[in-house]
């Protein structure tokens, strides 16, 4: 059965925007707030989840964009296996941030998009994730040497971390698929 | 012999080596065969969801094209992995023409512990049990996308998953009943956010210490370096001592089998587990 749509706002463009790339029902929420009992991160959230839904409804663009909710999300699907209309907002987040970062709208959270740029350059240059590289291109671009260094020193004392990356060919496919994204082929 | 394919991932050949260590060595006594995937790469991980989600599925859907060249099983260790790889396999057969990639879901993409807890594969793990776990508390920890969510994973009893307490019976473990189990440790957010990463993990650690556990096992590589890597700050912050072993299920199964290299792979653990098993007369 299609969940019935007990909101009566009119469709607005965020809300569109939102549905169509997410495919998710929005205005299906009907504010029960389930998703945010269950977050885990919601104490540290500005905006709780099911209140983005309810903002999209409304066409509050630069507020949700802007959040910094859509960033601490941790993506454990707990608001989305809990939902009574089935609406996967956990991916509905993953929408948000897509849109975040296209949007220009100043990031509610610096260094969450910033480890995922980081994150996805280390991909395209070496395909693999090797830890101790994507540490340091971090740590340079967020010039805080001193967080985590004594646990770095005690994971290293242990064996955890591996110094040089693994060598394997499959860059070169790797950058084929990131490239035709940057150049827009792909959105 | 059985033989599978099998997907390392990242986390796997650096800071999870005794992951792997483990499921190699538990694969070789049950006699199935790994063949490593030829030239992985990674999965995309969080960061390629959370921004763009048609890379997300184009990076899963290489590795999953190349295991797709053999009729093999592809046998994933790495949690945030396996979920790359099952929404990859949900997209190609919702919308195959969204992807690039030549991959058309036909490949079957199995998460290390759901494969072990197979009722043929469980009789084959009695039979190699020389030293059953007796005795040792366990706490069961399944974490986020092991079973969530279940359009994706298949799991049916995702807010009460027990597969992974059958296991750990079969190993002769007591599996203690405890509500975190399938609670997020925060792993996502590991170095930016280690203030929130703390409160989730610190949440966890204090309900498996109060449930009377001995340990806490796991199978995914993120939660076991989040719980067991940050215990002494966390002492530092609440006061409490948890001085808990965050184990990989595999380095169970090992040491029920008598492997020779659980000592090693042990090792590399930030809390120490070796004393906590020897004091119950497992090492």
New interface residues.
């Given amino acids: 059965m299609d969940p019935v749509q007990l909101t009566n706002q009119k469709e607005n463009a965020f809300l569109l925007e939102v549905a169509q790339a997410s495919g998710e029902t929005i205005q299906a929420c009907y504010q029960c707030q389930k998703c945010s009992a269950g977050c885990p991160v919601a104490y540290a959230m500005d905006i709780l989840p099911n209140q983005i839904l309810r903002h999209i409804q409304y066409d509050h663009r630069e507020r949700v964009l802007s959040s910094k909710t859509i960033w601490l999300c941790a993506s454990c699907y707990t608001c989305s296996v809990r939902c009574p209309n089935n609406i996967d907002i956990a991916k509905i987040m993953d929408t948000l941030r897509g849109l975040a970062l296209h949007s220009g709208i100043k990031s509610g959270e610096k260094e969450v998009p910033l480890f995922h740029s980081v994150f996805l350059d280390t991909i395209k240059s070496k395909g693999r994730i090797h830890e101790l590289s994507l540490l340091i291109q971090f740590k340079l671009k967020t010039k805080d040497f001193f967080k985590d260094a004594g646990l770095g020193w005690k994971m290293y004392r242990k064996g955890k971390i591996k110094l040089f990356p693994s060598k394997f060919g499959g860059g070169r496919e790797i950058k084929e698929i990131f490239n035709a994204f940057e150049k827009g082929e792909r959105n | 012999m059985k033989e599978i394919s099998y997907y390392p991932g ?2 796997l ?3 999870a ?1 005794e992951y792997d260590g483990s499921i190699r060595g538990v694969a070789s006594i049950l006699d199935i065969k790994l063949h490593e995937l030829e ?4 999965c ?12 997300a599925i ?2 899963a859907a ?1 590795n999953l094209a190349i295991a797709g060249k053999s009729e093999r099983e592809l046998l994933v260790p790495c949690v945030a992995c396996y979920s790359r790889f099952k929404w990859a396999e949900k997209e190609s057969k919702e919308h195959p023409e969204k992807i ?1 990639s030549s991959y058309r879901g036909n490949v079957p993409i199995r998460y290390v512990l759901d494969f072990f807890c197979e009722e043929p594969i469980l009789e084959e793990i009695k039979k190699k049990i020389t030293k059953p776990l007796s005795g040792l508390k366990v706490a069961c920890y399944y974490g ?2 092991t079973v ?3 359009k994706v994973t298949g799991i049916k009893d ?2 009460n998953p027990q597969h992974m307490d059958h296991l750990m019976e079969y190993l002769g473990a007591e599996p203690i009943p405890w509500s975190y189990k399938a ?2 440790c ?4 590991v ?6 990463v703390r ?2 993990s610190g949440k966890l650690l204090s309900m498996a210490k109060e449930s009377e556990a001995d340990v806490l096992v796991t199978g995914c590589p993120m939660c076991q ?1 989040n719980l067991d ?2 215990q002494d ?1 966390l002492e530092k912050e609440v006061g409490e001592n948890f001085n808990l072993p965050i184990l990989y299920f595999t380095e169970l199964m090992g040491l029920a089998f008598g492997h020779k290299d659980v000592k090693k792979w042990l ?4 809390t120490d587990p070796i004393k906590v098993l020897s004091a119950k007369g497992l090492m």
């Fill in positions: 990242c986390s050949e650096g800071t080596g030239d992985w790469t990674c995309g991980a969080s960061s390629a969801h959370c921004t763009n989600e048609e890379l184009e990076l290489r690039h986020c996308l969530r969510p279940p995702y807010e609670d997020c925060g792993a996502s957010l170095l930016t956010r280690t203030d929130i409160k989730l370096s890597t940050r700050e090792g590399h653990h930030i």
